[in-house]
């Protein structure tokens, strides 16, 4: 059983950076999966970016490769999203998820999620 808690989020800038945290309760697996994925008023929740806890593995979104970056401290169990060049569009919720069947780019795929946190670009 997992639990997440995301941190970071606030109000910014449009070109600025933030770094995203997501707080994992316990030992997580070396085959889990955590992922990024956000969530805008009225949208569907998509897929930021996706990290293998065991062998570190990364899976980034093509619309947001270059600008995001998933990383991970396994000894603090914490996942890190490194955003910079922020836009408006990337406005939205942003929420941790784990994957006990491993690295995924769908929503379906996560067993666990954290209650998100909330970033704003403004322009």
């Known amino acids: 059983q997992v639990q997440l808690a995301e941190s970071g989020g606030g109000l910014v800038q449009a070109g600025n950076s933030l770094r995203l945290s997501c707080a994992a309760s316990?030992?997580?697996?070396?085959?889990?999966?955590m992922g990024w994925f956000r969530q805008a008023p009225g949208k569907e929740r998509e897929f930021v970016a996706a990290?293998?806890?065991?062998?570190?593995?990364?899976y980034h979104a093509d619309s947001m490769k270059g600008r995001f970056t998933i990383s991970k401290d396994n000894v603090k169990n914490i996942v890190y999203l490194q955003m910079s060049g922020l836009k408006p569009e990337d406005t939205a919720v942003y929420l941790c998820?784990?994957?006990?069947?491993?690295?995924?780019?769908?929503?379906?795929?996560?067993?666990?999620w954290g209650q998100g946190t909330q970033v704003t670009v403004s322009s």
């Open positions: 998820g784990a994957a006990v069947r491993g690295v995924a780019g769908t929503v379906d795929f996560y067993d666990y």
């Open positions: 316990g030992r997580i697996l070396s085959s889990y999966g």
């Open positions: 990290i293998s806890w065991g062998s570190g593995g990364t």
